[in-house]
């Protein structure tokens, strides 16, 4: 079964420093892996996914992320954290086990940016 | 392009009773899913429907039950209502399409919040 793992449940970082959100899976075969993020009181917003290509994706709003195949993680980064990035942070992984688009959440990490 | 709609964006019922809940996915997505979200469970599949079938369903016992019309829209229904039902349930529409650019890809509308007594 597919899983994805965010080992963190908060991030805190100043204003203008790079961050950095960690998560890592377990798949069989090759992952179609994302990134969502969630503020307060509304749903999912997608920011980028990696499926194939390149094992660096760029997102929206400067979000980007770094598909690594032997450590099997997808971590979230950005050059330089802004006070509005604060939000909660989930990484995904689609399950392929049949043909669907059931996508398989990490517990979310929440990322607090002070200014 | 419209976004996903759910309505209603927030309900409180009591023990026992039931609730159902709407949501319109994006115009030209055959696919939608819904996710029940609480603080402790995370983010919980409940089941997808693709041109009114149900193509997957999640880990939840059959009080739980949606369908899907041919406008795309879907409804979920949960019946005999559990405190522990309290929850963000959120729709996600996509198209559906296994292997096009936008495989994976989910849509998700604001949420129905609901509140069990």
């Known amino acids: 079964a597919q899983s994805v793992a965010q080992p963190e449940d908060q991030v805190n970082v100043a204003e203008g420093n790079p961050l950095t959100v960690k998560c890592t899976y377990s798949?069989?075969?090759?992952?179609?892996l994302f990134w969502y993020v969630q503020y307060p009181n509304r749903g999912l917003q997608f920011l980028l996914k990696?499926?194939?290509?390149?094992?660096l994706v760029k997102g929206s709003y400067g979000f980007e992320a770094e598909f690594n195949k032997s450590q099997t993680s997808f971590h979230l980064k950005k050059p330089s954290a802004l006070v509005s990035d604060s939000a909660l942070y989930f990484c995904?992984?689609?399950?392929?086990?049949?043909?669907?688009?059931?996508?398989?959440f990490g517990t979310g990490t929440r990322l607090q940016v002070f200014p | 392009k419209a976004g996903v709609t759910q309505t209603p964006r927030y309900l409180i019922k009591t023990r026992g009773q039931q609730v159902t809940l709407s949501c319109s996915p994006i115009?030209?997505?055959?696919?939608v899913s819904w996710y029940q979200q609480t603080p402790g469970q995370g983010l919980q599949f409940l089941f997808e429907?693709?041109?009114?079938?149900?193509?997957n369903k999640g880990n939840f016992p059959g009080r739980f039950s949606g369908r899907q019309f041919s406008n795309s829209r879907s409804e979920m229904n949960v019946s005999t209502l559990e405190l522990g039902d309290s929850a963000l349930y959120l729709c996600?529409?996509?198209?559906?399409?296994?292997?096009?650019?936008?495989?994976?890809?989910?849509?998700f509308g604001e949420g129905s919040r609901l509140t069990v007594l």
């Open positions: 996600a529409s996509s198209t559906g399409l296994a292997g096009g650019p936008g495989t994976g890809e989910l849509f």
């Open positions: 798949v069989s075969g090759n992952p179609y």
């Open positions: 990696y499926i194939t290509g390149d094992n």
């Open positions: 995904a992984v689609r399950e392929r086990e049949r043909n669907t688009d059931k996508l398989i």
């Open positions: 115009s030209g997505h055959r696919s």
């Open positions: 429907y693709f041109s009114e079938t149900q193509r």
